[in-house]
């Protein structure tokens, strides 16, 4: 009898999918076939495709450094930010798993708590703090999402339309030729936003 994948070969089988398909065309069937196992076997582990997600962001959350020796929220929103992003950046379609699946699994949710830590004593109402930690980790999650795309397809068309574009768009065209949109997939523009949404708060928190 051939011995049947452990848990631990399922969530590494599961990247490999993950790398290859969107994540829209995982399926259970598929990853069952490229372990060589059931479907059914595959969910005596795991009751649903939901459930396998849940474990995979449970355990890359766990991997996210929370940066401690940082001193003000600033700094560690800042910090934490690059944590996030280059755990996203170590597993195919993370981002995307993140962004459509809410907090449920243990280290899923000890990392969100962290986040409401920080903004936590911030001179804002709790419903614009939990706003504020949604709009940062969309920031993040867009961004890796957006730079996935663009590595994807760097040559894909702006727009069908017949008319040049310098005509229907000068300002766009202008962008497009200094090849700003391109360079939106860089460490540094990331870093730009997540600045941009710092010094959003800090303003926030001094007209309130």
């Known amino acids: 009898m051939a011995t049947q994948p452990t848990k631990d070969k399922i969530i590494s089988s599961s990247w490999e999918l993950l790398q ?13 076939s490229r372990l060589g196992m059931t479907v059914s076997s ?3 582990h795991f009751s649903s495709k939901e459930a396998l997600f849940a474990e995979l962001i449970d355990k890359a959350s766990l991997e996210i450094i929370f940066p401690a020796n940082e ?17 996203l950046e170590s597993y195919p379609n993370l981002a995307q798993l993140m962004m459509d699946y809410p907090p449920e699994s ?3 949710l000890r990392f969100f708590d962290k986040l409401l830590m ?10 614009r703090k939990f706003y504020t930690v949604n709009l940062y980790l969309n920031f993040i999650y867009s961004s890796k999402i957006d730079s ?3 590595v994807e397809q760097p040559e894909k068309p702006l727009s069908t339309v017949k008319i040049p574009l310098i005509q229907l768009a000068p300002f766009l065209d202008k962008y497009w030729q200094t090849e700003s949109l391109t360079s939106l997939s860089s460490s540094e523009s990331f870093e730009f936003g997540l600045e941009l949404i710092i010094s ?5 928190v001094q007209t309130d």
């Open 20 to 32: 290859e398909l969107p994540l829209t065309e995982f399926s259970m069937r598929k990853l069952a």
């Open 42 to 44: 595959l969910y005596y």
């Open 71 to 87: 001193k003000t929220w600033q700094n560690r929103l800042l910090v934490y930010g690059k944590n996030i992003y280059a755990v």
């Open 106 to 108: 243990e280290n899923y």
């Open 118 to 127: 920080i903004v936590d004593d911030l001179n804002l109402t709790d419903g």
């Open 148 to 150: 996935d795309r663009l």
């Open 200 to 204: 959003g708060i800090e303003k926030m």
